[in-house]
Every structure is written in C-alpha cells, then in structure tokens.
C-alpha cells in the first residue's frame, strides 16, 4: 500500500497494492497492521455502502460534535471525491482537496475528523463504500452547501442532482464549531 500527502493537513489518498492475473484482481482495501504503520487509522466502526446515479451529488457532509473520519472508495464507476477542512483553528480552514475514485483506479481517500465530505457521480452509476472511525450519530449529522462560493469547490457537473438536505446546508461562514 502506498499512502501518498495531498494538499490537505491530513487528507490521504491509499493506493493498494494491486494484484492483477488473468481471472481478475486481488487488493487489500483494508489491513490494520498497514494502516498503523502508515499512520493512519487502524479501527474503524461501521462500513457504509452508497449506491447513485450519474450527475448525483452527495455532500459535504459531517457530523459534530462526534467528528466521524471516512476512508472512501469507489467500488463500482467513478466519482469526484471532495474534502474540505472545517476545523475552526486550522489555517487551511474551508480549502478544499478533490480526485477522482474509481474501480479503475482502486484509490481511497483518507477524509479525517474535522473535515466535510461529498462526491458526485461521473459515470453512469457508482457504488461507494466508506469506513468510518466513529458510529453515525443522526441527532449531529450537519451538511454545508455543495455550492457555497466561500469554499468554491470546482464541480465537474454543471446541474447536479441533490437531496433536500443537501441543498440547504449551512454556509461555511454560518458555521457553530467549538
């Protein structure tokens, strides 16, 4: 496995180590002694499946005040995958990391505490899968806008297709983090 920084304090993308033969492939999505010697997470709670249509946007979602970290991956199809930093102290506060996950590409993208997360769908459809570090709380999950000028994530679909929560999220600027 190859856990490569990106622009984000935090934010990872893991490469597994793919093996690749005739009948298919093998990879570890997964392995706590890996994850541990790489610094990342080895426990996590719950395992998430998500399943859309091309042109659905998901996001950004967190939950707070029980942070929730999210090791995502797309299993089936191809997503734009973004995570922006809300931790109120943090100088990155609301820049924002985005890259495609893909069955293809196999990538995961390490989204830690204190970070929003959503993607949109590229392909016809997609299954993803996320890892979280703590079980979903309902009472604190939190959504900002997916379009909010403050953090100006560059999606690459120009209508997409949202949930009501989705599109009244809060505004970055709006946001009450301790």
Not at 3 to 28: H, Q, Y
Not at 50 to 62: D, I, P
Not at 103 to 109: A, R, Y
Not at 157 to 167: F, L, N, Q, R, T
Request: proline residues 6%; charged residues 25%; hydrophobic residues 35%.
């Amino acid at each position: 496995m190859e856990v490569r920084d990106t622009d984000l304090t935090g934010v990872k993308l893991v490469i597994p180590r793919v093996f690749d033969d005739p009948r298919g492939f093998f990879l570890e999505s997964y392995n706590q002694r890996a994850f541990a010697d790489a610094g990342l997470p080895d426990t996590f709670v719950q395992d998430n499946h998500s399943f859309s249509t091309k042109g659905v946007l998901r996001g950004l979602h967190y939950q707070y005040p029980t942070w929730q970290g999210k090791l995502v991956r797309a299993v089936t199809g191809r997503i734009f995958d973004v995570a922006v930093d809300i931790r109120a102290d943090s100088p990155e506060f609301g820049r924002w990391f985005a890259t495609e996950l893909s069955s293809e590409n196999k990538h995961q993208l390490w989204v830690p505490p204190g970070y929003a997360h959503g993607f949109c769908v590229l392909s016809d459809y997609a299954d993803v899968t996320y890892k979280v570090t703590t079980l979903y709380e309902p009472s604190e999950d939190r959504c900002i806008r997916w379009d909010d000028p403050d953090i100006g994530v560059q999606w690459p679909i120009a209508e997409p297709i949202v949930s009501d929560k989705d599109a009244k999220g809060e505004l970055l600027k709006d946001l009450q983090l301790d």
